[in-house]
């Protein structure tokens, strides 16, 4: 059984393919939805632990290997693996900045690397430990995990806005007040 986490399962290909991440078993598979068929696997690299989906603008699929640090792009038509380039040591989150055709990679050492083409093409380092990013209206959005922030971007990749969630009193235990304040955010 595949456990399906937070964006490692992705409708592709116009809505052809379902391409689901096995992170247990080094692999990724493919389900023809026009058949409702398993069209196959992609077998990944030994230790490579495929997490985060997506697909690019050329409707192939760019696979975040958390296990190696490394993005993986395969094609659900094919059933091949293209390429695999090197990312960072603690990748984590992963997205497609359309307007730029490039793929954008949250690392937790607070590394975001902008890839084009397989190749990496900038690094910037916004804030420690990056969990997930997001490219919403045009703009860039990072999130912490630990500090439970959300830092939107400017175009240089310097954070340009913090959003840190509010600490919530809650009702008293034993008498003391108590706050909930936030930790952890993915």
Not at 20 to 25: E, F
Request: proline share 7%.
């Amino acid at each position: 059984a595949i456990e399906i986490a937070g964006g490692t399962l992705v409708v592709v290909g116009g809505g052809r393919y379902a391409v689901a991440a096995d992170p247990d078993m080094d692999r990724v598979w493919v389900v023809e939805l026009t058949t409702s068929r398993v069209k196959g696997k992609i077998t990944l690299p030994a230790g490579s632990q495929p997490q985060r989906v997506i697909e690019d603008a050329d409707g192939r699929v760019a696979v975040a290997l958390r296990g190696t640090g490394q993005i993986a792009i395969v094609s659900p038509v094919s059933m091949s693996v293209l390429g695999i380039s090197d990312v960072c040591p603690e990748l984590r989150g992963l997205t497609l900045d359309a307007a730029n055709q490039t793929l954008l990679a949250a690392c937790a050492g607070g590394e975001l690397v902008t890839i084009k083409n397989g190749a990496v093409q900038e690094i910037t380092r916004p804030a420690p430990d990056l969990r997930d990013v997001v490219v919403t209206g045009g703009k860039r959005f990072v999130s912490t995990f630990r500090s439970a922030q959300l830092i939107e971007l400017d175009a240089h990749g310097t954070p340009a806005k913090t959003i840190t969630w509010p600490s919530v009193p809650l009702a008293p235990v034993e008498g003391k007040p108590t706050t909930f304040v936030p930790a952890v955010a993915w």
